[in-house]
């Protein structure tokens, strides 16, 4: 069993080389490298993933006692990359009451009624929350760019629709990214980065195995034929949109596993730097918790102990004591002899 103990230290660390440097020149895949594992093993990512999401259930439920942030996660990737399976893994040991995830499809005719960012507004979590955005506000500078005939069928005045319109959305995204962040909203940008042929690898495991039928269709695999223009979109938008307030990371994704583990350390950096703490109790309120205690204490029926959850955390306080000094014990009689 690899060492996974989790330090804010370690994990800030381990997270650097895939963070996008504000008004750094991206260009995909020459910058970032799909296949990279830094020599993690699978073993080893299966229990550091595991140490990872006890530390992320740690923090959320901290986050949601605190009830000052909210915390939203942007997942965005080519097909296959691993988007789905990073929530069920990632998420798998938090509070699900604690999490919120929208998947965004083709707009509706109410939606398209509405400013673009509209309806991601909508899907914002509360304070204390954590959302996820699987796919988000970012296909409006990606699949929309790689797809024109989209822009068109958006209802923006004609003017509106022409050169610089890439750009100016970088702009609303990071201004808007901004007021949110002022408001206590913290992002979490996750771009999933996967290779060409592990897509194609992919999609026939999806093909060939018959429980996995449900997850490919056609349209997934022409899509590839964009393949080229998708790496210049997610080139630009990682150049334009990766702020101070609001950094892209980029994770490699050939290897699920590893991806995972990533993904998980980016998102408990982000908890981790926000520290949210517990509420503190006023003396008024300690006072009040005291007399409700001594009211259920007496409450206890003849020969009962009068309060039983605390002779439990009292007995379970002395027997880590005691296993404690056994080890010190041997440590020290290890090195005597």
Known sequence: MPDVEITPKRIAGFIEPFRVEPGRKVRLPRDFDPADT???????????????????????????????YGVVVVLQAMDAAGKDGTIKHVMSGVNPQGVSVNSFKVPSVEELDHDYLWRYQKALPERGRIGIFNRSHYEEVLVVRVHPQILAGQKLPAKMKGRGVWQRRYREINDWERYLTDQGFIF??????????????????????PEKNWKVSS??????????????????????????????WVIPADDKPFARVAAAAVIANALIEIDPRYPTVSPEQLADLQATKDALEAEAPAGAAPDPIEAEILAKASKAGKAGGVGKAKKGKGKKG
């Not at 334009?240 to 892209?248: D, L, V, Y």
């Open 38 to 68: 830094r020599e993690v093993s699978k073993a080893d990512a299966k229990a550091i993933l595991q140490a990872g999401v006890e530390r992320l259930a740690e923090y959320q439920d901290r986050l949601a006692a605190q009830d000052t």
């Open 188 to 209: 979490v940008k996750i771009f999933l980065n996967v290779s060409k042929e592990e897509q194609r690898r992919r999609f026939l495991a999806r093909i060939d195995m």
């Open 219 to 248: 349209a997934d695999a022409k899509e590839r034929a964009f393949w080229d223009d998708y790496q210049k979109a997610f080139s630009d938008v990682l150049s334009n949109t990766s702020t101070e307030w609001a950094p892209w």
